[in-house]
Antibody, heavy 114, light 107 residues
Framework: EVQLVESGGGLVKPGGSLRLSCAAS????????MNWVRQAPGKGLEWVSS????????YYANSLKGRFTVSRDNAKKSLYLQINSLRAEDTAVYYC???????WGQGILVTVSS | DIQMTQSPSSLSASVGDRVTITCQAS??????LNWYQQKPGQAPKLLSH???NLETGVPSRFSGSGSGTDFTFTISSLQPEDIATYYC?????????FGQGTKLEIK
């Protein structure tokens, strides 16, 4: 089955760090650009980051540069998002998505609160 | 960055009504546009790509059209299960930008 499954979310204190993971299955992961998208509670969708198939190109939303790092391991068919210096406004459901966002995972909740 | 203006932000309609949502890009994006449906507590569901290509399994009452800067998404006969928030999103270039969403309710 073609799917993406996120993990690694949870409750984190402000200033803390978190690493989200996304496990891919059912398709040739190494052939696709991959993305992270997030959605704050009750808000719309926000593209966060993209990484090319070979990791040669990485892109971030302008407002998030510096605290977010995207990476991937094609051998493990996995995508990652490292988030540092977490803030309350980073509280959101984080989704991984394939290509031009045509396949999505179910999402993982990150809550930043003391 | 290419901006997406989606309207209306909310819409109340009756079962059987024809419903239309519009999305306008700040510059020409060709047909590089996705439409999504999102129900509470669920991930967005891709309904169409390339502006008008319906995904497999999506009911034929849904349709998308447009190219360049102006796009529409239509539900020809609204059903109770269509209650959701709908988003457009361009993928012409990074950053991918979403419309603000249209919350659809039954009158």
């Amino acid at each position: 089955e073609v799917q993406l499954v996120e993990s690694g979310g949870g409750l984190v204190k402000p200033g803390g760090s978190l690493r989200l993971s996304c496990a891919a299955s059912g398709f040739t992961f190494s052939s696709y650009t991959m993305n992270w998208v997030r959605q704050a509670p009750g808000k719309g969708l926000e593209w966060v980051s993209s990484i090319s198939s070979s990791s040669s190109h990485r892109y971030y939303a302008n407002s998030l540069k510096g605290r977010f790092t995207v990476s991937r391991d094609n051998a493990k068919k996995s995508l990652y998002l490292q988030i540092n210096s977490l803030r309350a406004e980073d509280t959101a459901v984080y989704y991984c998505a394939r290509g031009p966002l045509t396949l999505w995972g179910q999402g993982i909740l990150v809550t930043v609160s003391s | 960055d290419i901006q997406m203006t989606q309207s209306p932000s909310s819409l109340s309609a009756s079962v059987g009504d024809r419903v239309t949502i519009t999305c306008q890009a700040s510059q020409d994006i060709g047909n590089n546009l996705n439409w999504y449906q999102q129900k509470p507590g669920q991930a967005p569901k891709l309904l169409s790509h390339a502006a008008s290509n319906l995904e497999t399994g999506v009911p034929s009452r849904f349709s998308g059209s447009g190219s360049g800067t102006d796009f529409t998404f239509t539900i020809s006969s609204l059903q109770p299960e269509d209650i959701a928030t709908y988003y457009c999103q361009h993928y012409d270039s990074l950053p991918y930008i979403f419309g603000q969403g249209t919350k659809l309710e039954i009158k």
